[in-house]
């Protein structure tokens, strides 16, 4: 079982989740994932985990002042 998944893979987060889907449908991990990398990743994923996962909710956090180390969470 998967309880907790973090990525922080430059810019790859979205693809690599599409790959995780069996994984997100079978144990809905908790999810820490990057999304400074690409302009619009927050949105994109966002709304993938939302179609495979509705029971999905979000928050974010910034870990820095200047744009950078922008997290978001995912959780059931």
Known sequence: RVGFIKLDIEGA???????????LLRDKPFLAICVYHRKGDVLAIMDYLKRVIPEYRFWLRQ?????VDTVLYAAV
């Open 63 to 67: 870990y820095s002042s200047v744009g």
């Open 13 to 23: 987060e979205l693809s690599a989740l599409q790959g995780a889907m069996h994984t």
